[in-house]
């Protein structure tokens, strides 16, 4: 029985090597806190499981990021890919 809902288990490696990937490409410090989860996606066109990357850099403080893939897939250039995509978000303000 899952008590979380959509909650899924990540092998711990693979989420090791997703928060070093987001420190890295991010350019994050120890400090800071990476949390790498997988929830059901029911959105329209989205597949079954995402991976949701969030960063917490202090109160009020937090980026998510969503890839639509499962954790098992993600790989560095996903990460790259959303903060390419996080840049140009930015750049445009």
Same mark, same amino acid.
Request: hydrophobic residues 35%.
């Given at each position: 029985?899952?008590?979380?809902?959509?909650?899924?288990?990540? %092998?711990?490696?693979?989420?090791?090597?997703?928060?070093?990937?987001?420190?890295?490409?991010?350019?994050?410090?120890?400090?800071?806190? #990476?949390? #790498?989860?997988?929830?059901?996606?029911?959105?329209?066109?989205?597949?079954? /499981?995402?991976? #949701?990357?969030? #960063?917490?850099?202090? %109160?009020?403080?937090?980026?998510?990021?969503?890839?639509?893939?499962?954790? /098992?897939?993600?790989?560095?250039?996903?990460?790259?890919?959303?903060?390419?995509?996080?840049?140009?978000?930015?750049?445009?303000?």
């Amino acid at each position: 029985m899952n008590l979380f809902g959509g909650k899924r288990m990540i %092998p711990a490696d693979q989420t090791e090597r997703i928060k070093a990937w987001t420190r890295t490409v991010f350019h994050l410090s120890d400090a800071t806190t #990476v949390m #790498v989860t997988e929830l059901e996606c029911r959105e329209p066109g989205c597949p079954p /499981i995402e991976t #949701v990357i969030a #960063v917490l850099k202090g %109160p009020g403080e937090t980026q998510q990021y969503k890839i639509h893939k499962t954790a /098992i897939e993600v790989g560095l250039s996903d990460i790259e890919g959303v903060a390419v995509k996080e840049e140009l978000h930015h750049g445009q303000h």
